[in-house]
């Protein structure tokens, strides 16, 4: 497996427990029980972040897509499990984050102009 590879499924990971580690936060305010699935979330999430890092994904590429990810998922969730509210300016803020990470993803492709 590409060290790429590694990479984008560590990623992947990671973003999916986070949301699942935020989501379990907000049903732990009815049951306390739930704080378990959060700590276990969080750790797993940065463990599966480091592991990204570890193959060679940038930390700002590695952390705009975590984060613009992580919102909208969990927006969506929230909205769909907990019935929070979704708005079409919350969309267009979702969809913003998204293109600021597509920015920093092109960023990070194009080569700087020679200094020499």
Same mark, same amino acid.
């Given at each position: 497996?590409?060290?790429s590879?590694?990479?984008g499924?560590?990623l992947?990971g990671?973003?999916?427990?986070?949301?699942?580690?935020?989501?379990?936060l907000?049903a732990?305010?009815?049951?306390?029980l739930w704080?378990?699935? +959060?700590?276990?979330?969080?750790?797993? =999430?940065?463990a599966?972040?480091?592991?990204? &890092?570890?193959?060679? @994904?940038? %930390? /700002?590429?590695?952390y705009?897509i975590?984060g613009?990810?992580? +919102?909208?998922?969990?927006?969506?969730? =929230?909205a769909?499990?907990?019935?929070?509210? &979704?708005?079409?300016? @919350?969309? %267009? /803020?979702?969809?913003?984050?998204?293109?600021?990470?597509l920015? +920093?993803e092109?960023?990070?492709?194009?080569k700087?102009?020679?200094?020499s």
């Amino acid at each position: 497996m590409t060290r790429s590879r590694v990479a984008g499924l560590a990623l992947t990971g990671a973003i999916l427990v986070e949301v699942a580690a935020t989501l379990s936060l907000k049903a732990a305010i009815v049951q306390p029980l739930w704080y378990v699935a +959060v700590v276990a979330g969080y750790a797993t =999430a940065f463990a599966l972040l480091a592991v990204c &890092l570890r193959a060679g @994904m940038p %930390v /700002g590429v590695a952390y705009a897509i975590w984060g613009a990810c992580g +919102v909208f998922l969990t927006a969506l969730l =929230a909205a769909l499990i907990f019935g929070e509210m &979704l708005t079409p300016i @919350m969309a %267009v /803020g979702m969809a913003l984050i998204i293109g600021g990470v597509l920015f +920093v993803e092109a960023g990070h492709r194009s080569k700087p102009a020679d200094a020499s």
